[in-house]
């Protein structure tokens, strides 16, 4: 079995910059209309972060969002991490992948509650949501999990919390 990939600590503050980025977009302001969170050091626009620094990876849940919205979280996220060792894993109920995959980003399906009774009606779905959060957790390895739409329920998220907080 491959071992887990090695991961930098979470940047102090990106979580907060992402929450207050998050609380700009639920007031109404589009994410390009959102003040800067960070301004970059001067000499420092430019300079991307080295491909083998371990990066520490956040989930970033996108459930329930419009084509549109989904767009300016994905820019919120990118400029917040600019230049930081953060790697995003986007967690998503929709099955418009492009948005991820034309700026390469990773993500993870997870069907929508009107698809899942398409998909397998009898199942026990609450069962199938905690055993496939925890394994993503074990695959990625986050640090931490923010919200973007609907949030997961809350056994989801402890699942994951379970994971990171044991390392």
């Known amino acids: 079995m491959a071992s887990p990939p090695e991961t930098a600590p979470l940047p102090p503050g990106l979580l907060d910059r992402l929450r207050s980025a998050l609380a700009t977009i639920r007031a109404g302001r589009p994410a390009a209309e959102a003040p800067a969170l960070q301004e970059p050091a001067p000499g420092n626009e ?3 972060t080295p491909a083998d ?3 520490a990876v956040i989930f970033v849940t996108v459930f329930g969002l419009s084509s549109a919205a989904l767009e ?4 919120v996220v990118a400029r917040e991490g600019k230049g930081i060792p953060v790697s995003p894993v986007f967690l998503t109920d929709s099955l418009d992948f492009e948005p991820f995959r034309t700026r390469r980003l990773r993500f993870e399906y997870l069907p929508d509650g009107g698809a899942r009774h398409r998909f397998a009606p ?3 779905w609450p069962t199938y949501e905690r055993r496939r959060y925890r ?3 074990e695959k990625w390895r986050p640090q931490s999990l923010i919200s973007f739409g ?3 329920s809350p056994d989801c998220m ?3 919390r379970s994971l990171s907080a044991g390392r």
């Open 46 to 48: 430019d300079r991307a």
């Open 53 to 55: 620094v371990p990066r």
């Open 72 to 75: 300016e979280v994905i820019e």
């Open 122 to 124: 009898d199942l026990d």
């Open 135 to 137: 394994l993503l957790a």
């Open 150 to 152: 609907t949030p997961p």
């Open 158 to 160: 402890a699942a994951i």
